[in-house]
């Protein structure tokens, strides 16, 4: 029976995950289909670049990754203590990395008007950068930005629509050093 992901993913327990998603219907992320006779190495690229950004974005940081034909292992420390100290500008201006956001957080994020908003709408906006904080340290919110963005390419890419992903993602804690080093060393093997 599964489990919820909260139930998963607990950071009192351990801030080191390894993570795997994989893709469905055959599909390939990389590699070459000896079937269509198409190379599709150069998506590799998309997640490597896409893998930056987040972990420049997140306060998540990825230790390993392997990007297979059908699956990416990822070894990923959450760091919930860099995205606590970080201020409510900061918060803001990660989140618009991502996404646009309301025009209250635009108007905050400017000097010249977050001096003439309301206490209505500075506190909407206090609101609003606890949410983005949240999101900004968790595992899942990551995996998603990423799916999402490398699934929209390779549709769009192969002509198709619907599902690319098998499903959200797989998740395991790390629970101890030796098993740090041995999950490394085989997403660093998997290739």
């Not at 990754?65 to 860099?82: E, F, K, Q």
């Not at 390779?154 to 690319?164: M, P, T």
């Amino acid at each position: 029976m599964t489990r919820p992901r909260a139930a998963l993913v607990s950071l009192s327990d351990t801030p080191w995950y390894h993570v795997v998603t994989r893709c469905v219907r055959r599909a390939y992320l990389c590699g070459f289909d000896r079937l269509t006779g198409r190379s599709f190495e150069h998506r590799r690229g998309w997640v490597e670049l896409r893998l930056r950004q987040l972990a420049g974005v997140f306060a998540i940081d990825v230790a390993a990754y392997a990007v297979m034909s059908n699956h990416v292992h990822l070894v990923v420390r959450v760091d919930a203590d860099r995205a606590a100290g970080w201020s409510d500008t900061e918060v803001l201006r990660r989140w618009r990395c991502l996404f646009r956001g309301p025009m209250v957080v635009e108007r905050f994020l400017s000097p010249a008007t977050r001096a003439e908003m309301t206490e209505t709408e500075l506190d909407g906006v206090a609101g609003l950068v606890a949410t983005y904080r949240a999101r900004l340290e968790d595992l899942s919110w990551f995996m998603r930005v990423l799916n999402e963005s490398i699934a929209r390419a390779a549709n769009r890419e192969d002509g198709v629509r619907g599902r690319f992903w098998e499903g959200r993602f797989r998740s395991q804690a790390i629970l101890d050093e030796t098993a740090l080093l041995a999950v490394m060393a085989y997403v660093d093997l998997n290739p």
